[in-house]
């Protein structure tokens, strides 16, 4: 059984600033790319950010300059430092991983089960 944790999320004000984490856990035998995605309430869920397993990035244009992702490979953690926020954040941000599996060695997607992000004044 694969798991992802999300934690950080949270109320912050305009031009604040959220730290959200993730940790991939169980039966891994390696993790390829992890990511960020998010919804917004009536919006189709979107790719904020995502690394490669050798530390390549790739952002979406409304976060760049912004946001930036790391990953920690020992601890199978990947985070998003989120700068400067904006109203248009807020959202449901979700942590994936392309990853194989130990044990049968099958290859997917798993996903976090979200954490809200909401900038408010």
């Known amino acids: 059984q694969v798991q992802l944790v999300e934690s950080g999320g949270g109320l912050v004000q305009p031009g604040g600033s959220l730290r959200l984490s993730c940790a991939a856990s169980g039966r891994i035998f390696s993790i390829y790319s992890m990511g960020w995605y998010r919804q917004a309430p009536g919006k189709q869920r979107e790719l904020v950010a995502a690394?490669?397993?050798?530390?390549?990035?790739n952002y979406a244009d409304s976060v760049k300059g912004r946001f930036t992702i790391s990953r920690d490979n020992a601890k199978n953690t990947v985070y998003l430092q989120m700068n400067s926020l904006k109203p248009e954040d807020t959202a449901v941000y979700y942590c994936?991983?392309?990853?194989?599996?130990?044990?049968?060695?099958?290859?997917?997607?798993?996903w976090g089960q979200g954490t809200q992000v909401t900038v408010s004044s």
């Open positions: 994936n991983a392309d990853l194989r599996r130990g044990g049968d060695y099958l290859r997917g997607d798993y």
């Open positions: 690394i490669t397993s050798g530390g390549s990035t």
